[in-house]
């Protein structure tokens, strides 16, 4: 029987500029990260629903850690961030256009 599932998300900007590496991480990313930060913080707290996250900024790359109770609220709240990381990224090109 399963007790618990883990799974990390990492998003990276493999096009940016080395100004953006110098200075730790690229706006898309910082962005990315912005975004998802209060959902995560919400999600932080929550062992009563069976599901903690958590979320980092390291240079050029965003990582998301979910923990959940099984396999289906795991595969749940993993297709909803891979959903909001869509959402914010496809939203910060259209504002680059």
Do not use: W
Request: proline content about 1%; glycine content about 4%.
């Amino acid at each position: 029987m399963i007790s618990s599932v883990d799974a990390t998300v990492e998003v990276e900007d493999d096009r940016s500029s080395g100004r953006d590496r110098d200075r730790g991480s690229s706006s898309i990313v910082r962005s990315i990260y912005i975004a998802l930060e209060p959902e995560c913080r919400a999600n932080s707290k929550g062992k009563d629903e069976g599901v903690e996250t958590s979320i980092m900024l390291e240079d050029s790359r965003v990582r998301v850690m979910i923990h959940a109770k099984d396999v289906s609220t795991i595969r749940a709240v993993l297709n909803s961030y891979l959903r909001f990381i869509d959402a914010a990224y496809r939203s910060l090109a259209a504002t680059k256009q």
